[in-house]
């Protein structure tokens, strides 16, 4: 599906639709032992060290990037650099 029919399916549909991440400038570039994300840095380690190979790692990188969003941590991946940004959950209504 191309990007204006998608943009025209979400307003159909109701919901907004952003041309671009709105949340692009958050992301920063990971290196070892960010010291922002202590419960996070092996997990990303694992998954740069999944990222750097082929085949059956995208299993792994994949299943990282899920552990990782339960510490509240974004991944974004650009030609094997990860990059990321925390999100804040919201409770519910």
Request: proline share 6%.
């Amino acid at each position: 599906m191309d990007g204006d029919r998608l943009a025209d399916a979400f307003a159909e549909h109701g919901y907004a639709w952003a041309a671009a991440d709105p949340h692009e400038a958050e992301f920063r570039r990971w290196v070892p032992g960010t010291p922002e994300l202590p419960a996070a840095n092996a997990l990303l380690k694992a998954r740069q060290g999944a990222l750097e190979k082929s085949g059956p790692s995208d299993d792994d990188a994949r299943e990282l990037r899920a552990e990782l969003a339960l510490l509240g941590v974004v991944v974004r991946d650009e030609k094997r650099r990860q990059y990321w940004r925390t999100h804040r959950r919201s409770d519910p209504a």
